[in-house]
């Protein structure tokens, strides 16, 4: 399933962190696991998260056992909103 | 001259009741552990040491996170007269596979006696071990090791250890870091101890907060060792709580008035751009008083903008210091800052790179501002030399050299390496630099080292990596790092010869690239740039020419209008 918080998120990663915006990320993708999202950027995906949707995302949960893919992370959101 | 068990003893005899470590897990209460908690704990481990078979002088590689359990292995081992050194715990990023060769790399040269981990990792470290071939006698699972125990200090082989006598190794990452171990003696670090202790002018007041890895110098000597050693409270957080949640370095200091810290170049940055106003409420900075730039180039830009985000919550601009180190002289060779401001110059930067001489830039010039190291600490000298080994005169740059009383004994059974490493009784650190009155300034580096957050990384283990991807020939791949003025530290860009000319296959080729290195090695790789052959600049005896390349890489990169 891609909907707009899936495309928000890909666009910003690819073209913020990875800094290749052209890079296409499958939802169903390892972002943290993989090492496609590093852990310097960790935080920064924490902050657009809350600034974008208004879910915060605590320090404990910024790794794979909470979401390791996009679908993961967009599940996390909406389950906050 | 004491011992480390020695100066253990001291403590605990002295100041049982005394908070040696307080340790900070997010999402746990602060756990206070006092000097009797700390041999109690580290006694337990020199029973299991005995135990297992372990004689004083073989080595014991700790895989544990920050915790109490690495501190009693830790100093456990001291107390028993073994060699421990901390290997780099496995992240999520690296895969398993990749840690296992790293592992067995280290484990071939190092030749250590036993592993002590987690029961969930003892899968892992077990699996390259061969019996009967190599070393490791026994995988120590940190759950079924004795208990805290009252010390019977007279039985403990740490007390049977001479000053001259390997006290522990360092490695750094990758596999030739790991093969690279630094072995120092009780004799070397407590003298770096007691000549840096000095420098920095440690009083009773003072209160050291790290969260940094432990398996790098910077960690291990300024914020393991001195304090728990010499009596001051630490403060130690892990670096996997800090790089999720920054601000809690600055709570802690203000907290515990904390007053000593050693950060790398990227961490200004980073504390600067990635903490939240919300999460500074009520913190107070004013009795942090030395916060040294140490382990990779230092940027005045980083330190400057981290106490115009901080000043209004008590930092003090005397509170940013410098600091030059290396794990093979303990720790610091200079420590600047402390009795005079830190100095910085704006040095014409032509002149620099093509007469290699730090000349005072003219208004209207290009300049480069270079951030003042500080002078030597006590014992020990600085010399910068010429490529004969000719010592030059002031601003001229040329290798830096070092001469102290707290030099390794050795690249731990590596002869023909250290034998390499001095001249004359000189280290030789590879690193360039000049001096000015004194005042040692690092303008770069003679080998093609990559420093990434503080972090050594040899550009010759991440090329292999690249090889391991279809399409790209050994030889063929190039890697090394370039300045990012916003993260304050080294992006690694990766260079390689493809003969494809498909833009999918390309990209195919420059994604597994990106892949291999990131999952196969401790850092990410921020730029793959693939190119057609011939592209890349060999040696004359066929090897890659680093920094050759790297700047072929840079000159394109200009003229395609990108900024590196």
Redesign the interface.
């Known amino acids: 399933m891609t909907d707009e918080i899936t495309t928000t998120l890909a666009n910003y990663i690819a073209a913020e962190i990875l800094k290749q915006p052209t890079h296409l990320i499958d939802p169903d993708e390892a972002i943290l696991s993989s090492g496609l999202i590093d852990s310097f950027h960790l935080v920064d995906l924490g902050m657009f998260v809350e600034d974008k949707f208004g879910v915060r995302i605590d320090d404990s949960e910024l790794n794979a056992s909470t979401f390791d893919t996009l679908n993961q992370l967009v599940a996390h959101i909406r389950s906050r909103k | 001259m004491p011992t480390f068990s020695d100066l253990l003893r001291s403590r605990y005899e002295e100041t049982p009741e005394k908070v040696s470590v307080t340790m900070l897990h ?2 746990q209460p602060e756990r206070p552990i006092t000097y009797r908690d700390l041999i109690h704990g580290a006694s337990g481990y020199v029973q299991t040491y005995a135990q297992n078979g372990i004689q004083p002088g073989d080595v014991v590689l700790l895989i544990l996170q920050h915790g109490m359990e690495l501190l009693y292995a830790y100093y456990g081992a001291v107390l028993y007269g073994a060699i421990p050194s901390i290997m780099p715990f496995l ?4 895969l398993p596979d990749r840690y296992r060769a790293d592992l067995a790399a280290l484990v071939s040269v190092t030749q250590p006696k036993a592993i002590v981990t987690y029961r969930e990792f003892e899968g892992e470290v077990g699996t390259p071990l061969k019996p009967g071939v190599d070393s490791v006698r026994a995988v120590i699972v940190s759950d079924q090791t004795e208990g805290p125990t009252p010390p019977y200090f007279g039985s403990f082989g740490g007390f049977c250890r001479k000053p001259e006598d390997i006290v522990l190794l360092q490695h750094s990452s990758g596999t030739t870091g790991l093969q690279k171990g630094v072995a120092l003696s009780h004799q070397a670090v407590i003298n770096q101890l007691n000549n840096y202790g000095k420098a920095i002018h440690l009083t009773d007041a003072d209160v050291f907060v790290s969260w940094l890895p432990l398996y790098h110098d910077m960690g291990l000597i300024a914020c393991w060792l001195m304090p728990i050693l010499m009596g001051y409270p630490l403060i130690l957080m892990s670096p ?2 800090w ?4 601000h809690r370095l600055l709570q802690a200091v203000s907290k515990y008035k904390g007053t000593l810290s050693w950060l790398p170049n ?1 961490a200004y940055n ?1 504390c600067t751009q ?1 903490i ?1 106003d919300r999460d500074l409420e009520g913190v107070d900075l004013s009795t942090w008083r030395a916060i040294s730039n140490c382990s990779e180039p230092m940027r005045w830009n980083s330190q400057q903008a981290f106490y115009e985000r901080f000043r209004n919550l008590g930092l003090h601009s005397e509170a940013l210091t410098t600091c030059y180190a290396m794990a093979e002289n303990v720790f610091a060779v200079t420590q600047g800052g402390i009795d005079t401001p830190v100095v910085y110059e704006d040095i014409d930067r032509d002149i620099l790179q093509t007469k290699k001489i730090a000349q005072v830039a003219h208004s209207g010039q290009i300049a480069v501002r270079m951030l003042g190291a500080g002078r030597p600490i006590l014992n020990t000298r600085v010399l910068i030399l010429d490529m004969k080994g000719h010592p030059l005169a002031d601003r001229h740059v040329g290798e830096v050299a070092v001469q102290s009383d707290c030099m390794l004994t050795g690249y731990y059974h590596r002869p023909d390496v250290t034998e390499r490493s001095f001249v004359d009784g000189w280290y030789l650190t590879g690193d360039l630099g000049y001096i000015v009155d004194g005042e040692l300034y690092i303008t770069g580096r003679k080998k093609d080292l990559i420093i990434v ?1 503080g972090k050594n990384i040899y550009p010759q283990d991440l090329e292999l990596l690249a090889y391991e991807v279809p399409g790209v020939h050994a030889g063929r791949a190039s890697a090394f790092g370039v300045f990012n003025e916003v ?1 304050g530290t080294e992006d690694v860009v990766m260079v390689a010869e493809v003969e494809v000319n498909d833009p999918v296959e390309r990209r195919k080729i420059a994604d597994g690239i990106r ?1 291999t290195v ?2 196969g090695s401790v ?2 790789l ?2 793959v740039h693939l190119v057609s052959p011939p592209w890349l600049i060999k040696t004359s005896s066929g090897k890659t020419a680093r920094s050759a390349n790297r700047e072929k890489f840079l000159k394109e990169m200009h003229m395609k209008g990108l900024m590196f």
Do not use: N, Q, S
Request: aromatic share 16%; glycine share 8%.
């Open positions: 997010a999402g992240t999520e990023k690296l996997f709580d790089i999720r949640a920054p990227f980073f990635k939240r957050g993260t892949a990131t999952r850092v990410a921020r730029y």
